[in-house]
């Protein structure tokens, strides 16, 4: 039943958790606008603005039964995101045959059924956009009567340039080692990944593009594109998208106040129908408040900021950078950015809205600033 092996066979973990991206034909290594980072790209968990929870569900082309939970944990007021993401899933009623006379004769069934969970952080790598993150896998399998476990590491980075390209990279499997009750050792494919994604901004509604490619350690290369558009912004989006494996993807995705649920059908249409590829993933966001959260509110009594809110700019003046660490804005996009510090800072607004900035001293304290444009 188990081949003994020592050659790195393909990832089966590739590709199964996160209904925004997969319905985006599973283009998601420089998505800035998204969740399931630890499962993407674990750079990506430097974006969201809260907390968050999802969960999957699906039963894809009637074989594959998938359960995931993707998680993300803002903590030390978002100094030091934390994602995990577990996935199950089985394929069960897999023909078991045997050869008599030259026949091939079917003497019962047996499943494939396999667990793993992603532990993920990430941080700002510079001032400039550059954000890296770390990922670590604990996987369990079970072949018919055979159980294996391990564990793999991936890392990734994502750089944002302006307001609206973002380019990721992210290394799967760095190292990996699964081992079976039979003494079999393997180890899981490395794959690098490459991708670019571009936020085009219309007046009522934004488009995001994105696009990936593969590059197996097994001479094996694939890739992926799918676009994402925001028709109602912030409450109703549709998606799409296409890959290598010749699988067309369609979603959508709702949102109400710190509520969201997405819909996705993956399909081959030379083998599969509609019906037996229908995804559903519910989840919510929510913000974690601590007393040190709390007390960092506190402005020292010298931060005085002058702010004027001009038609495509927010000006801030009177800072010393000497007392400042970082500075970030969160646009009503929910995308955030880092600023350089300076005694006066130019902030660029594509739209109106609700623009929140954060100041954080060099002694921890953080102060936010509401600016309506």
């Known amino acids: 039943m188990i081949a003994a092996c020592c050659a790195a066979p ?3 973990l590739d590709r199964t958790s996160g209904l925004a991206v997969l319905s ?3 283009a998601g290594t420089a998505r800035t606008n998204g969740l399931n980072a630890a499962y993407w790209n674990p750079a990506g968990l430097v974006f969201p603005a809260k907390s968050g929870l999802e969960f999957t569900y699906y039963q894809n082309l009637g074989l ?3 359960i995931s939970l993707d998680g993300w944990l803002l903590l030390g007021n978002g100094a030091a995101p934390f994602g995990f993401n577990y996935v199950q899933e089985s394929i069960n009623d897999i023909p078991r045959t045997s050869e008599f006379l030259g026949q091939a004769v079917q003497e019962g069934s047996f499943s494939d059924e396999y667990q793993f969970i992603n532990l993920s952080t990430a941080a ?5 956009g550059l954000y890296g993150g770390v990922n670590y896998k604990i996987i ?3 072949l018919d009567k055979h159980q294996a476990g391990g564990f793999a590491a991936d890392a990734g980075l994502i750089q944002t340039l302006g307001q609206d390209w973002s380019f990721g990279a992210v290394l799967r499997n760095i190292f990996s080692n699964l081992e079976w009750d039979t003494g079999i050792r393997e180890s899981l494919a490395r794959k690098l990944t490459v991708g670019a994604a571009y936020r085009l901004r219309l007046p009522d509604f934004d488009n995001y593009f994105f696009a990936d490619y593969d590059l197996f350690s097994e001479d094996l290369s694939g890739w992926a594109a799918g676009m994402e558009s925001w028709l109602m912004r912030d409450i109703f989006c549709l998606r799409g998208g296409y890959n290598s494996n010749q699988e067309l993807t369609f979603g959508s995705g709702l949102r109400y106040a710190d509520f969201h649920c997405d819909f996705a ?3 081959r249409p030379a083998e599969s129908q509609l019906a037996d590829s229908f995804l559903f993933a519910l989840g919510f966001d929510f913000k974690i408040t601590t007393a040190a959260a ?3 509110a506190k402005a020292p009594s010298s931060f005085q900021p002058r702010i004027v809110a001009e038609k495509n700019r927010i000006v801030i003046a009177n800072l010393n950078p000497e007392e400042l660490q970082e500075i970030a804005v969160l646009d009503p996009d929910s995308q955030v950015r880092n600023i350089p510090v300076d005694t006066t800072i130019s902030i660029p607004t594509a739209r109106s809205g609700t623009y929140t900035i954060l100041f954080q001293f060099k002694n921890q304290q953080i102060v936010r600033k509401i600016v309506k444009i």
């Not at 700002?124 to 400039?128: F, G, H, Q, S, V």
Request: proline share 4%.
């Open 294 to 296: 709390v007390s960092a």
């Open 124 to 128: 700002p790598l510079n001032a400039a």
């Open 10 to 12: 393909v990832d089966l």
């Open 140 to 142: 369990s399998r079970v």
């Open 24 to 26: 985006c034909g599973g």
């Open 265 to 267: 059908l993956l399909f």
């Open 64 to 66: 594959v039964n998938h």
